[in-house]
């Protein structure tokens, strides 16, 4: 059979993040060698380590069917590129910042100044958007340091938490656009490997639903039973069991993670007790 090559960033934290969603849908790989490639033991799969700037060139020429990869990069450096999942982590900004003491605090103030980055396509495309016209001064790494040794007004660069444009003495104006991880596919991929993608894909989207939700059970009065199944969300509609005890039921349901805190509060003011939340490993619908 065919395998899918499937490529990841070398190293660093979307390295970490990707090899643990691989291993949460089944997917086991040894690279205890620090090999560029590695088979896993299990799935018809090869994992392809790259430097994260160099997959959109791979998955266009098919040197690759697929990759793990921030769309932030993507949008630079292949935007014919498309991806068929979002992946909910490696989130970020591609946000422009200039030193705290600046005069500018908004992207117009920008205007005829110079912005130093490493996603020059992406900025000029935004600046174009709005009207704006700038200097772009195209770094590769440590943008944040351009400002203080004047080579220039402004940088845009990834922000994640904020820390190091803390650290750097500068201050956000405006934001870019969002990121994540998304799966991104080659235009030259095979119907048969698609076919495999495809299955990955099932696997992804079963660990992020489970990801994004929590299982919950809980102890309530008959008399109080329907106001409490209107709170609640589920898969189909809650389970209601009859408990021992006459007069109560035992309701499990599946909540968001986002909505939890909220529902839960309400739940407890109509009436349910004994609540008990777990986690889910996977959810298949």
Known sequence: MSKLRIAVQ????????????????????????????????????????????????????????????????LIEKGADIEFIERLGFSKCKVSIAVPKDSDANSL?????????????????????????????????????????IGLADGICDIVSSGSTLFKNGLKEIEVLLKSEAVLAVSPAITDERMAILKKIQFRIQSVLKGRNSKYVLLNAPNDKL????????????????????????????????????????????????????????????
């Open 108 to 148: 117009k103030d920008l205007s005829g100044k110079r912005i130093a980055t490493s996603y020059p396509k992406t900025v000029q495309k935004f600046l174009k958007e709005q009207n704006i016209k700038a200097q772009l001064h195209q770094i590769n790494g440590s943008v944040e340091i351009a400002p203080n």
């Open 226 to 285: 329907d106001a409490i199944l209107n709170l609640l969300p589920g898969m189909r509609s809650p389970t209601v069991l009859p408990l021992a005890e006459k007069g109560w039921s035992s309701v499990h349901t599946v909540i968001n993670k986002n909505d939890f805190w909220e529902i839960i509060d309400e739940l407890k003011a109509n009436g349910a007790e004994g609540i008990l939340v777990c986690p889910i490993e996977k959810m298949v619908l």
């Open 10 to 73: 070398k190293s660093g934290r979307l390295n970490e993040d990707s090899m643990r969603i691989l291993k949460d849908i089944g997917i086991s790989i040894d690279n205890g060698k620090d090999q560029l490639k590695a088979s896993a033991r299990d799935f018809p799969v090869e994992v392809f380590y790259l430097r994260n700037g160099d997959i959109p060139q791979y998955l266009k020429d098919g040197v690759v069917d697929a990759a793990i990869i921030g769309e932030n990069v």
